[in-house]
């Protein structure tokens, strides 16, 4: 599976952007798919995720209220809608991917898109 993040950008802070990460080469649909961020300095750390079916969501903390995963099976796409936007959120994002279950440990998701970068500015 070949992962293709984009709609990163310079944003204000209370601002919005919406990620979109396409998906090609694989049963997308069967996916559990997930965001993670990575600050200059920092560890990359989880986001969000979502089940193949879109039912079933999970947040960080540190984000819950203000971001909402979502999918588009017809698309391939998984989306992260980021309202709210604080400097605090500045970072490389990267879209995931993994056959079973959520999962908020980077090193259990097999597939990995190439980042886009968000900034915020205060």
């Known amino acids: 599976v070949q992962l293709q993040a984009s709609g990163g950008g310079l944003v204000q802070a209370g601002g919005s952007l919406r990620l979109s990460c396409a998906a090609s080469g694989g049963a997308f649909s069967s996916y559990v798919m997930a965001w993670f961020r990575q600050a200059p300095g920092k560890e990359r750390e989880f986001v969000a995720a979502?089940?193949?079916?879109?039912?079933?969501?999970a947040y960080a903390d540190s984000v819950k209220g203000r971001f909402t995963i979502s999918r588009d099976n017809a698309k391939n796409t998984v989306y992260l809608q980021m309202n709210s936007l604080e400097p605090e959120d500045t970072a490389v994002y990267y879209c995931a991917g993994r056959r079973y279950g959520i999962n908020r440990y980077k090193a259990n998701y097999d597939y990995w898109g190439q980042g886009t970068l968000v900034t915020v500015s205060s």
């Open positions: 979502v089940t193949w079916g879109g039912e079933t969501t």
